[in-house]
């Protein structure tokens, strides 16, 4: 019979265990604390975007001025071999809050997926158990509509004027001192109107995404080192929050858990950011586990593989909530096999340049990659993953090949939830003049994303030559991109602007035209309707917005553009009232861009 030890016990036993030991590492945490033994503590859920491990002072970097969290882990149990499922944010997000692979909760990428209602999330377990749930979240990439809000009591998200992105509008933010500063006030009513309810409250701090425009980029400690004057600055703005906790005394009875949704490559394996690959550069991830009253002092878990899959399986048995959902993951409590192995993939390759996407499975010694030129690495002796063993290791590949195999192969039996273009909307294009050809079909051969990563590079580098106003050399570049991957919208709509600056608009228009037939990419079809507004084509315009509102209805920059064309036709009324549409269904991403419309207007009329 399984002996239930109470609190103090476990804290008895725990103190001896660690008496003089430094940094002993545990075969799991249920050495320290039973399952249930934080029934009723405070959930502190921080997720810190594009965060490498490396990128840390706790994981060895010298460089970094991260003390909050450095302290953090130096008072918990801090996993070195911890790992993402997918390299973007919102599928990965999807995974931590569902406790499944991408491949059953069926978020497969950014913008294009939202979480259905099933399965059920973390925050739904926590909330039906008594729990307060809030979350603050830091970018559009998580706004409510992609389904995550689910469970939550209050979800907060309100992009700030410094994190509009005009030419980037799926990617608003708003920086740390304000995602600190909603969270704060929630705590202190919480604190004062429900001092005895628990709460779940999850922080993302979404800063160290690319532009890296942290305050303290002028600091002469961060000069060209971007990136980790994103981190020092979030780990400020998280100081804030856990001096708050230790001046309300709820510190004691709140377990932190700190992590990352993915990495940032910053060039290793050619790649500039995240996305393309599922090397360790961006799978490889922080995870620390903070709380005074079960955790004394440093452990460091390095010969165990954990996921962010394990998270809700573990915070469910830490506060003895059973999960409503079969989980994927394993529960950190509870002995890990030192042979796991973690599901990982990328379907990113293909819909950022038509590649063929990436699966994957990582133990702690290893990692098998599926792709048209698939690979192997030893990650014992090859942790940076620059020897591929494929051809030489048949015994050692065979087995994980099979396995993967299986796993996709249950994958495809179910429904599928892409939002890619559905038949309806294919039948919506072609009553519009456009006849979709299923260029982002999945299957068939598509080329490996490793031949493709240069001409990638050089498509997102059109697009610095076009900001730069080197028009000519954008278009020129941009069609060499064109040449060997027509699946390359930045390129495809850079070649377009491109000629509209030179003065050649209606080979633009032709060019964006025969893209939309081709994919019926939003992007495209956001692009061919303005540069037909520039082209002062405004019935054409008009009838592309149409298509446009056909394929993604809650999409305000629809309602932006279609204002732009009555305004520019002097239908200012009619243009004021397609800004406020924007304005109230699309605050998040076209909010601000409307308000500035709505302003002009008024200020035309005062």
């Known amino acids: 019979m399984k002996h239930l030890w109470g609190l103090t016990g476990i804290l008895f036993l725990a103190m001896i265990s660690l008496s003089g030991c430094g940094d002993k590492e545990p075969a799991n945490m249920g050495q320290l604390f039973q399952p249930g033994q934080a029934q009723g503590f405070n959930i502190l859920l921080v997720t810190l975007d594009t965060v490498r491990q490396d990128r840390l002072g706790c994981y060895g970097y010298k460089k970094a001025q991260t003390p909050t969290i450095d302290s953090l882990a130096a008072g918990g149990v801090q996993y070195y071999d911890a790992v993402s499922s997918v390299p973007l944010t ?11 692979t991408p491949l059953n909760h069926g978020v497969r990428d950014n913008g294009l997926y939202a979480l259905g209602s099933e399965p059920s999330t973390l925050a739904e377990d926590l909330h039906n158990a008594g729990y307060a749930t809030a979350a603050f979240i830091g970018s559009f990439v ?60 999850w922080v993302h701090y979404f800063d160290a995404h690319l532009p890296y425009t942290s305050p303290l980029q002028n600091d002469p400690a961060f000069i060209n080192r971007g990136y980790d004057a994103e981190i020092s600055f979030t780990d400020s703005q998280l100081k804030r929050l856990i001096d708050w906790l230790d001046a309300s005394d709820v510190r004691e009875n709140t377990v932190i858990i700190l992590t990352s949704d993915h990495g940032e490559s910053l060039g290793e394996h050619q790649e500039a950011t995240h996305g393309m690959f ?38 469910s048995e830490m506060v003895a909530v059973r999960p409503s959902a079969v989980l994927d993951g394993y529960s950190l409590l509870q002995p890990i096999s030192p042979d796991r192995i973690v599901y990982m993939e990328s379907e990113s390759p293909l819909n950022m340049a038509g590649c063929s996407p990436l699966s994957g499975l990582q133990s702690h010694y290893d990692k098998y990659i599926r792709a048209p030129k698939s690979e192997y690495y030893n990650l014992v002796d090859d942790p940076d993953e620059l020897n591929n063993l494929h051809n030489t290791h048949h015994e050692q590949v065979a087995p994980l090949a099979t396995s993967l195999q299986s796993l996709l192969g249950q994958a495809d039996s179910k ?42 590079n050089a498509g997102l580098k059109t697009e610095k030559l076009y900001s730069q106003g080197k028009f000519a050399e954008a278009a020129d570049l941009a069609e060499r991109v064109i040449a060997r991957c027509e699946s390359c919208v930045v390129a495809i709509r850079v070649l377009a602007f491109s000629k509209i600056r030179l003065g ?52 305000g920059r629809v309602f932006i553009l279609r ?21 109230i269904l699309d605050e998040n991403r076209s909010g601000i861009r409307a308000q500035q419309r709505i302003q002009r207007i008024q200020s035309r009329s005062d």
């Open 90 to 100: 919102l599928p990965s997000h999807a995974t931590i809050m569902t406790g499944q």
């Open 278 to 315: 599922i090397y360790n550069s961006t799978m490889k991830v922080p995870l620390v586990v903070n709380c005074p009253s079960l955790i004394f002092r440093h452990l460091a878990v390095k010969n165990t593989l954990a996921g962010l899959i394990d998270l809700r399986s573990t915070i």
């Open 142 to 201: 998580l706004d409510k509509r992609f389904g995550l809000d689910r469970g939550f009591d209050h979800y907060d998200f309100q992009v700030s004027e410094s994190g509009y992105r005009p030419k980037m509008a799926d990617f608003n933010e708003r920086p740390a001192n304000e995602v600190t500063d909603a969270t704060l006030s929630w705590l202190k009513e919480h604190q004062v109107n429900q001092p005895d309810q628990p709460f779940f409250a």
């Open 415 to 456: 429904p599928a939830t892409d939002r890619h273009i559905t038949s309806e909307e294919a039948d919506r294009l072609r009553s519009l003049g456009y006849v979709h050809s299923g260029a982002r079909d999945t299957t068939g051969e598509r080329p490996d994303p490793k031949d493709m990563i240069e001409i990638f």
């Open 504 to 555: 050649q608009g209606e080979e633009a228009v032709t060019l964006l035209k025969n893209a939309v037939d081709q994919t019926g990419d939003l992007f495209l079809v956001r692009s061919l309707a303005q540069a037909q507004i520039i082209g002062k084509d405004f019935p054409g315009a008009l009838q592309t917005l149409e298509l446009f509102q056909a394929l993604d209805p809650h999409d």
């Open 563 to 583: 204002g732009d064309v009555y305004d520019k036709q002097g239908k200012g009324s009619l243009a004021l009232k397609e800004y406020q549409k924007a304005l």
